[in-house]
């Protein structure tokens, strides 16, 4: 499976910005996509998931109420809204897709990976 993570780029304190992961190959099975950040000398961090089929959503606590996470299946893409940015938010952004059935807000419970998109946010 491949994914091909789009639509970083740079803005500005309260703006906005939408992400698309678009998946190809064999996508057969997969349960969860989910995005995850990761900023200079930390940790990757969860910041959304959602189940493939039925579509329900996971979300950290420090996007709650700001981002949302929806998924086209038949573009095989699932898109990360991201309004009222924060110079916090500033990361690489990167989806995954996962087969596991458990709790999808940890890295371990991910396949496969997309190369991360930049999001910068100047204050």
């Known amino acids: 499976v491949q994914l091909q993570a789009s639509g970083g780029g740079l803005v500005q304190a309260g703006d906005s910005l939408r992400l698309s992961c678009a998946a190809s190959?064999?996508?057969?099975?997969?349960?969860?996509m989910g995005w995850f950040r990761q900023a200079p000398g930390k940790e990757r961090e969860f910041v959304a998931a959602i189940r493939w089929t039925g579509g329900v959503t996971y979300y950290g606590d420090s996007v709650k109420g700001r981002f949302s996470i929806s998924r086209d299946n038949a573009k095989n893409t699932v898109y990360l809204q991201m309004n009222s940015l924060k110079p916090e938010d500033t990361a690489v952004y990167y989806c995954a897709g996962g087969y596991g059935r458990r709790l999808p807000t940890t890295t371990s419970q991910y396949d496969y990976w997309g190369q991360g998109t930049q999001v910068t946010v100047s204050s």
């Open positions: 190959g064999r996508t057969f099975g997969t349960y969860i």
